[in-house]
């Protein structure tokens, strides 16, 4: 079945800084590649997905990039703030009818 | 619509006892899928349905574990007997399936707050 590798585990950077969080992916077959942010004590809420015919998609301070030939997938945070705190699940999902597989999730701490 | 209504809460019970958490999800939609999450094995997909049926329970760590979906409106997820390493935050999501960019797939998921299961 298909696995997810996501890095860092843990992210620190500094308000203001950049931060990315990198995931690759092992089934060829996936397609759809969303990003859930899960607060301290909360439910995971989906902030950005991108599928397979796009390379990247940017909203606002949060990009992701694709590269189907790698396997690779990355969330791009700039000018971070202390409200970007959270744990952060890259996932790859297939065509229709299959499951979603989670990344294990990376801490990210933005120190002020 | 209110979104993802999960009960209980939260759920404190002894060492075999038997462990009921629903899920309403959110109306229309397609999909529901249950996870549980702990600190150890991060979020885990138990099963999921698609129009009621059960599509894929390869991830149900055991017998003890059973789900069910008698109508769109409803599921349950059970446990008997509890056990310590039950103890957990479930979560329950639905979601559409949808038309994007000529592909039907799975949509975003809305996740309820969670039940957390603590057993003694």
């Known amino acids: 079945g298909e696995n997810v590798e996501q890095h860092p585990s843990t992210l620190s950077v500094q308000e203001g800084d950049s931060a990315v969080i990198k995931c690759t992916y092992s089934?060829?077959?996936?397609?759809?590649f969303p990003w859930y942010k899960q607060e301290l004590g909360k439910r995971p809420q989906l902030i950005i997905d991108i599928r397979s015919n796009v390379g990247e998609k940017k909203d606002q301070r949060i990009a992701v990039t694709l590269n189907k030939t790698a396997k690779h997938f990355s969330l791009h945070i700039t000018e971070t703030q202390p409200e970007d705190s959270a744990v952060y699940f890259c996932?790859?999902?297939?065509?229709?009818?299959?499951?979603?597989?989670f990344g294990a999730g990376t801490i990210l701490r933005v120190k002020s | 619509d209110a979104g993802v209504i999960q009960s209980p809460r939260h759920e404190v019970t002894e060492m075999g006892q038997e462990v009921t958490l629903r899920c309403k999800p959110i109306?229309?939609?397609?999909?529901l899928f249950w996870y549980r999450q702990t600190m150890m094995r991060g979020l885990e997909l138990l099963i999921y349905?698609?129009?009621?049926?059960?599509i894929d329970d390869s991830g149900m760590p055991e017998d003890r574990f059973s789900a069910k979906m008698p109508n769109a409106s409803f599921s349950t997820l059970k446990i008997q007997p509890s056990e310590p390493r039950d103890s957990a935050v479930y979560f329950c999501?639905?979601?559409?399936?949808?038309?994007?960019?000529?592909?039907w797939g799975i949509g975003e998921l809305f996740f309820g707050e969670g039940s957390r299961l603590t057993v003694l």
């Open positions: 089934d060829s077959a996936s397609n759809y």
């Open positions: 349905f698609n129009n009621n049926v059960p």
């Open positions: 999501a639905s979601s559409l399936d949808r038309l994007a960019g000529g592909l």
């Open positions: 996932v790859s999902g297939g065509l229709y009818g299959n499951k979603l597989v």
């Open positions: 109306s229309g939609h397609d999909y």
